[in-house]
């Protein structure tokens, strides 16, 4: 006899494709539902229109989040397509305006999809030539001139950590009834919530703190108007960008540790940009904590004494070589691992990922840290420091 389904305190993983019922009328009326609206039934039907793990998980998120809503997709990158392409509207889709600084892989699909692929017309705002922050009244003039429809940006910008003034951004946006995304990974919801400042909608990959283990991919789109919530489950549902049961599973019990976790990762960050940056074989340490950073202020406006985010950047006054002997010397402590967010500390060279032309920093490091002891990493890093300056 097949085991009864037992009672736990989490919801099992339904990996099924299809969900079982009894008569033709009892599924009928449950895509009845589905076609109305999505996943407004309480049973499910098909895993791709809707799951009960990844469903049970979206209402985790948006608690967290604060927001009306959460939509998961299977990568970050699934959710800035589904939250970008609910907006498009074949000929009536108008201009669209992006801050130039932004995670690579969006500048790929920007330029890769939407432009050569979609047609979409697109302009970028981007820092002055050689600065380090947003110009916020050129952002103004710009909006009046291009009069876009929609504003993309990223309150942390990866790997320079510029930070903007949301708050203002988003305002001059709404006040000309352009619609607001904003990819909110770097900061998540426990330093800013766009939402509150009238945003549409906010993405996160959740690969990076809300999972915070490195060991899942997932996006979520999170937003509090209903209509752009069917959209975008619908659009998800088209193209099959939804998330599976496993890494809601996964996701769903990672992420209520979330603001434990980034709270212990920007108190790490905060005392180990400090440390670094007194150190003789570093030129320049950038952390947006760090009274020297060019947008301290606007971090220190926007996020309110909540912390700084947990993602440090490190110029080696050796250039290349110091960086390679310093990836070399801190192995036992720091990993060289293409992600971020993890629970130990990890890097990456900056140049050789995002480009040497877009960020001629051969000695430049990005570094995502972690929740693990602090004293541990510190000495760790010191040595290792000590080491690329020749001193031991
Ligand atoms: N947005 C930001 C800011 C990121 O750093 C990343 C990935 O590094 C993404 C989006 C894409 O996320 P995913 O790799 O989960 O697709």
Redesign the pocket.
Known sequence: MPPKPQRTKRLPVYRNAGFLFDTIGEAADVFAKEEEYPQSADRFSYSRYGNPNVAETEELLAEMEGSEWAVLTG????A?DTALSVFQRGENTGHWLFFSEL?G??NDYIENVLISRRGIKITRFHPEEGEERYDLDRLEDLLDRVEPSLLYF?PVT?PLLIVSDGGRIIEMAKERGVAVIV?N??ATSRLWRPLEHGADIVVH?A??YLGGHGNL???VVCGNDSGIRKDAMLYRKYVGNTLNADDAYRLNTQSRTFPLRFAAQCENASRLAAAMSDHPAVDRVRYPGLRTHPTHDEAAKTFEGRGYGAMINVDFKGGRAAADSFVEAVSDTISYVP??GDPTTIMLHVATVWGEQRFPYPGMLRISVGFEPYDQLEAGVLQALDQVAGMV
């Open positions: 990568s970050g990158m699934a800035i995670y892989g969006t990223e990866n990819d990974t770097f990959s690969t990076k991919t997932a996006g992600t971020l």
